[in-house]
T-cell receptor
Framework: GIQVEQSPPDLILQEGANSTLRCNFSDSVNNLQWFHQNPWGQLINLFY???GTKQNGRLSATTVATERYSLLYISSSQTTDSGVYFCAVPSWWETSGSRLTFGEGTQLTVNP | DAGVIQSPRHEVTEMGQEVTLRCKPISGHDYLFWYRQTMMRGLELLIYFNNNVPIDDSGMPEDRFSAKMPNASFSTLKIQPSEPRDSAVYFCASSFETGFSGEQYFGPGTRLTVT
């Protein structure tokens, strides 16, 4: 099955700083999603981005499918951006069939 | 649309009791997924349905777990009997048409504690 690696595992920022989170995957994909899990545990869809670049307010994402990575940019970070950021890709596992494989996440803490 | 709806949001129960978690997918979505999240194992897919039919239940940990989808707008995940190691956050998600290639939307989750 596909391997998904996220970096950095932890990130601490001061409010107002910018950051870049990375997601590497080991095989070609036709779908990639970025999620934000807030401190209350909710998984919020950020981007569905199989390729190219998308922007939503202070957040943007770029997926370069040919090079098997995706980047999530957070600009002018706010304390409400704190939480865990996951990327996820669909994959086929011989033992368990098709499923969405999640990275281990980046824990972001934004301090006031 | 209200998004994926799950109930209850929190459940505390004693070992040996039956637990039923409920999910209402986004209207028009024909794929429904049940996930479990723990610190040790991260997010795991338990089972998924397409058009109310279970497609892959290989992630269901054991026979104590069962899931049903009697119609397009409702699904249940049942644990009987529950054990402390079942304590986790259980998420339901839904997507349109292409399942794993489509965008999945998650519900708020049910935090289950088994004492």
């Amino acid at each position: 099955g596909i391997q998904v690696e996220q970096s950095p595992p932890d990130l601490i920022l001061q409010e107002g700083a910018n950051s870049t989170l990375r997601c590497n995957f080991s095989d070609s994909v036709n779908n990639l999603q970025w999620f934000h899990q807030n401190p209350w545990g909710q998984l919020i869809n950020l981007f569905y981005i199989p390729s190219g670049t998308k922007q939503n307010g202070r957040l943007s994402a770029t997926t370069v499918a040919t090079e098997r990575y995706s980047l999530l940019y957070i600009s002018s970070s706010q304390t409400t951006d704190s939480g865990v950021y996951f990327c996820a890709v669909p994959s086929w596992w011989e033992t368990s069939g098709s499923r969405l494989t999640f990275g281990e996440g980046t824990q972001l803490t934004v301090n006031p | 649309d209200a998004g994926v709806i799950q109930s209850p949001r929190h459940e505390v129960t004693e070992m040996g009791q039956e637990v039923t978690l409920r999910c209402k997918p986004i209207s028009g979505h024909d794929y429904l997924f049940w996930y479990r999240q723990t610190m040790m194992r991260g997010l795991e897919l338990l089972i998924y349905f397409n058009n109310n039919v279970p497609i892959d239940d290989s992630g269901m940990p054991e026979d104590r777990f069962s899931a049903k989808m009697p119609n397009a707008s409702f699904s249940t995940l049942k644990i009987q009997p529950s054990e402390p190691r079942d304590s986790a956050v259980y998420f339901c998600a839904s997507s349109f048409e292409t399942g794993f290639s489509g965008e999945q939307y998650f519900g708020p989750g049910t935090r289950l504690t088994v004492t």
